[in-house]
Nanobody, 121 residues
Framework: QVQLVESGGGLVQAGGSLRLSCAAS????????MGWYRQAPGKQRELVARITSGGSTNYADSVKGRFTISRDNAKNTVYLQMNSLKPEDTAVYYC???????????????WGQGTQVTVSS
């Protein structure tokens, strides 16, 4: 019953900005770290950014200074503000969350369906 739904992807020119959102819904007891991954054609999925429930963040070197991850714990939502976009940022972006479902027995990782980000030159 738990779902993660991403939104905000699209087509943008190099130097532009996009803001991705990911909302977790369903019967959730608690949400731990959340993050954003991306996968470009022919490449492996890589971690872009992560944020703990307390707000501590980590970024891939390739996006540091350009991307900002944040979360709204009251809304079970994580965001990725992407500025100064480059063509090499083009990928499908996936949201993830480590959470404990209500009525469940353990923490587990959940994934969104992905949202396409295309940066043109």
């Amino acid at each position: 019953q738990v779902q993660l739904v991403e939104s905000g992807g699209g087509l943008v020119q190099a130097g532009g900005s996009l803001r991705l959102s990911c909302a977790a819904s369903g019967s959730i007891f608690s949400i731990g770290p959340m993050g954003w991954y991306r996968q470009a054609p022919g490449k492996q999925r890589e971690l872009v950014a992560r944020i703990t429930s307390g707000g501590s963040t980590n970024y891939a070197d390739s996006v540091k200074g350009r991307f900002t991850i944040s979360r709204d714990n009251a809304k079970n939502t994580v965001y990725l503000q992407m500025n100064s976009l480059k063509p090499e940022d083009t990928a499908v972006y996936y949201c993830s969350a480590n959470l404990f479902p209500r009525g469940g027995t353990a923490w587990d990782d959940y994934w969104g369906q992905g949202t396409q980000v295309t940066v043109s030159s």
